[in-house]
């Protein structure tokens, strides 16, 4: 495995997270890809425009329920992330979580392709 590819991957998501929880329409669209395929657990997808305007809206704070797992694939250029989380929305609805995301190295950056969640029982 990558050590260095998947601590950068690691380190993408954390500021998609970040970015997330506060609203940050430009982080996110600078951690995205032109194409996105945003998929969520009540199976709507969203395309990249509708993605960051949705998280500007709800400022969710997503945390990791427990340790993820990331792949690098192909000379270090994809990862999938895979793992549980809590998504922490407005009026202290928490929503659990399954997903899997893939990144792809574009240059030197770390972005988010596509994405797709489940919920958890609770």
């Known amino acids: 495995m990558n050590d260095s590819a998947e601590q950068a991957v690691r380190a993408a998501l954390a500021r998609f997270n ?3 929880k506060v609203g940050d329409a430009a982080a996110l669209a600078a951690l995205l890809t032109e194409d996105l395929m945003y998929s969520h657990s009540n199976a709507k997808v969203e395309n990249k425009a509708e993605c960051i305007a949705a998280l ?3 400022n969710i ?3 990791e329920r427990e340790s993820w797992t990331v ?3 192909n000379g270090g250029t994809c990862a999938l992330v895979h793992g549980k989380m809590d998504a ?3 009026g202290d609805i928490i929503v659990p979580l399954h997903f899997l995301m ?3 190295k574009v240059g030197e950056e770390w972005l988010l392709a596509g994405r ?3 919920k958890l029982p609770s």
């Open 18 to 20: 970040a970015a997330a």
């Open 56 to 58: 500007v809206r709800s």
């Open 61 to 63: 704070d997503f945390r």
């Open 71 to 73: 792949q690098v694939y």
């Open 88 to 90: 922490y929305n407005p």
């Open 102 to 104: 893939t990144w792809v």
């Open 116 to 118: 797709h969640t489940t």
